[in-house]
């Protein structure tokens, strides 16, 4: 039989998330380029991060080990394509790559899960939160310093059995990647971005190429939505100026509001103690610059005092 070349190579790591994530940007790619979709190659590759799996990720070296072996895969044009989460993704990329299309962003809250507690508020006196994230461990400690957090790696469906095991009363993730997987059925409560700000980039899926490659992107840029690239060009500058290591609990938020974006950010203290957050807005043409001078305000505000040397 001969063998054709395929349209295109998609590299994704393994996990269902990011194969539904491959899967969608797979299914717009073929529907916008009128190709059907196994001429449309999904590569697997396994990441360090994969590998890693009994400490702590701010510990192992944060969130480049997602990327790196991908990374090299797009670099050596084994793939064309990298899908990722946009959460996942370190603000400085290696040289030669670029974020070339964003599609449109999920519901960017977390959600509250448990099996016995219909709300965060709910959670009694003492109750044990599980998560990995230091984001979602500093704003729950903020409302609620009477929690005992533990440690909750693994995939979402990891972290879905250990809370049906009971090793936690509750749990926060992502509202996107519940949607994604079909698993809100376990959802309690979508928490409100005014109490719970999200990680930048959450919610957003993004297609990575090489910066060079002139025909993937003009394919990806078929799929690509304005607004959450604005969105995402003001959180990665807020991010990447503040830290862009997952050490810190940060959380940012832009949204489009007509010709405006408004840009909401924090710096807390892994205990939640301590916070600062700035609110600032400014043209839709000038989304690194807002990103920035929110970065601005929360360092001058004494962000640097709260997180760690
Ligand atoms: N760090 C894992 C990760 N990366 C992206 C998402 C959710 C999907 C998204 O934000 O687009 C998740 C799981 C979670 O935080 O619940």
Same mark, same amino acid.
């Given at each position: 039989m001969q063998s054709t070349a395929p349209f295109l190579r998609i590299g994704t790591r393994g996990s269902p998330l990011a194969l539904a994530q491959a899967h969608t940007v797979r299914g717009r790619l073929a529907a916008a380029h009128g #190709? #059907? *979709? *196994?001429?449309i190659e999904i590569v697997v590759i396994r990441t360090s991060g994969d590998r890693i799996q009994d400490r702590p990720l701010s510990e192992v070296g944060g969130k480049g080990l997602f990327t790196k072996e991908i990374e090299e895969a797009l670099l050596d044009r084994r793939i064309d394509l990298a899908v990722h989460s946009s959460k996942d993704m370190p603000t400085v990329l290696p040289d030669g790559l670029a974020l070339s299309a964003f599609l449109?962003? *999920?519901?960017v809250r977390d959600a509250f899960l448990s099996v016995r507690y219909a709300s965060f508020d709910a959670l009694p006196e003492g109750a044990v939160l599980g998560t990995s994230s230091l984001r979602r461990k500093a704003m729950a400690l903020r409302l609620r310093p009477d929690l005992e957090v533990v440690e909750f790696r693994g995939n979402v469906e990891t972290r879905l059995k250990k809370l049906a095991d009971g090793v936690a009363d509750g749990t926060l993730l992502a509202m996107a990647g519940l949607n994604r997987l079909g698993l809100t059925a376990h959802v309690r409560e979508p928490l409100d971005t005014g109490r719970f700000l999200p990680a930048a980039g959450q919610g957003a899926v993004v297609i990575e190429t090489r910066a060079d490659d002139a025909r993937s992107l003009g394919l990806v840029g078929a799929i690509d939505d304005a607004e959450t690239t604005l969105c995402l060009l003001a959180e990665r500058a807020f991010l990447g100026r503040l830290d862009g290591s997952c050490r810190t609990p940060i959380g940012g938020l832009a949204l489009r509001d007509g010709e405006r974006l408004t840009f909401r950010g924090t710096v807390l203290s892994p205990d939640g103690r301590a916070s600062c957050e700035t609110v600032q807005d400014g043209p839709i043409s000038e989304p690194t610059a807002l990103g920035l001078a929110a970065a601005e305000a929360l360092l001058a505000a004494g962000a640097a005092t709260l997180m760690p040397g």
């Open positions: #190709v #059907v *979709e *196994e001429t449109p962003r *999920e519901d």
